[in-house]
């Protein structure tokens, strides 16, 4: 099969390029390169064919026999949705639209959207499923939402469109993130060994490994069309629902001496539990390998073995707001995000004399 994979130089798409390859299929990446300066290490496998291209200049000629999209390339920071809104739509929701007429325009059978469980917001007490109404509190989470609506008006029987609703990733990958909840309070325990928690850990979160991620993809895409068509499916483990407070926990068991302090109740009012049975009902091969001991015990093994420092982990290259912030501040994007020619002559120096 064929298949145009959006974002393969950010967290989660440079642990799927691989295993596509890995199970013989060919690759089209695309990334514009926001992100390439998070590299923590190397993982010896193979990467693909990539278009150093922006989502919004997708052309008609990149889609030519491709079979399946997996659409990854989204700005995926809820603090950044919040600085600029309007950048957020343009790329997550517009950009994401655009690329999906295209594919269908060109013929491509199946298209993967990355959404989120971040759609639920405020789940209360009970679980949430599939069929719950979804709740966003961040522009994010909006434009997940308002993109699994309209792909639904494009569904028809020549284009199939799945939309995976992941549970918050965790986990080791190349192109690290520390801006996500386990990682984050790994790294944290690890270069500083403490974790001071500044509320008390009672919201809940579901988490999902990024390697399991993958798995549930290349599961959609073996999937007979009909099991998989116009689907919403939540991606993760009913084990794994976590409140933050066991995350920690978790963190500092991984970590032997680590001191671990909660505070108050924090303002933070996002807290869901979610459901995953229809994922595992449609897509009977797909389990979660990994939970988040596991995945607390890989981070630690690999913080060990490359010695991560903590200017390692602050380097803005990890979190993905201050890495975009860089690019703004030294003038690498522009105010649209839209990468700018770093030997174009300023305006103002325009038509000065030598």
């Known amino acids: 099969m064929k298949i145009l994979v959006t974002g393969t130089e950010g967290y989660l798409g440079s642990l799927l390029a691989p295993e596509l390859l890995r199970l013989g299929h060919d690759v089209v990446a695309l990334d514009t390169g926001y992100y390439r300066a998070g590299w923590l290490y190397h993982p010896g496998t193979p990467t693909p064919f990539t278009l150093a291209r922006d989502l919004r200049h997708v052309e008609a000629s990149d889609l030519a026999g491709v079979d399946a999209v997996v659409h990854m390339a989204e700005l995926s920071n809820d603090p950044l949705g919040q600085l600029l809104p309007n950048i957020t739509y343009d790329i997550n929701h517009h950009g994401s639209m655009r690329l999906a007429r295209l594919a269908k325009a060109a013929g491509v059978r199946r298209f993967v959207y990355m959404s989120s469980c971040s759609v639920y917001g405020v789940g209360g007490a009970d679980f949430v499923d599939e069929s719950s109404p979804v709740n966003p509190q961040t522009a994010y989470a909006e434009c997940k939402a308002l993109v699994e609506r309209d792909l639904r008006d494009l ?11 992941n549970a918050t990733a965790f986990g080791a990958s190349p192109r690290m993130r520390f801006d996500i909840v386990l990682n984050n309070l790994m790294g944290v325990a690890f270069t500083t060994g403490e974790i001071r928690m500044t509320s008390d ?4 979160r579901p988490l999902v490994h990024g390697l399991d991620i993958a798995r549930a993809i290349t599961c959609v ?5 009909e099991a998989v068509h116009d689907q919403i499916l939540n991606v993760g483990d009913n084990r794994q629902n976590y409140r933050v407070r066991e995350i920690a926990e978790i963190v500092a068991e991984a970590l032997p001496g680590c001191a671990l302090s909660f505070g108050e109740q924090g303002a933070d009012n996002r807290s869901y539990r979610v459901n995953f049975d229809k994922i595992h009902a449609r897509l009977p091969d797909f389990r979660c390998e990994w939970d988040a001991r596991a995945g607390a015990r890989q ?3 690999l913080f060990t073995r490359i010695g991560l420092t903590r200017e390692d982990f602050e380097s803005r290259g990890f979190t993905r707001l201050r890495q975009l912030e860089h690019l703004l501040a030294t003038g690498q994007i522009d105010r649209d995000f839209f990468w700018t020619d770093p030997f174009a002559v300023p305006a103002t120096l325009e038509g000065s004399p030598a």
């Open 155 to 165: 569904a028809d029987d020549g284009f199939s469109p799945t939309y995976l609703r």
């Open 201 to 204: 850990g009672t919201p809940w």
């Open 221 to 225: 895409l073996d999937a007979p069309v």
């Open 299 to 301: 981070l630690a093994a």
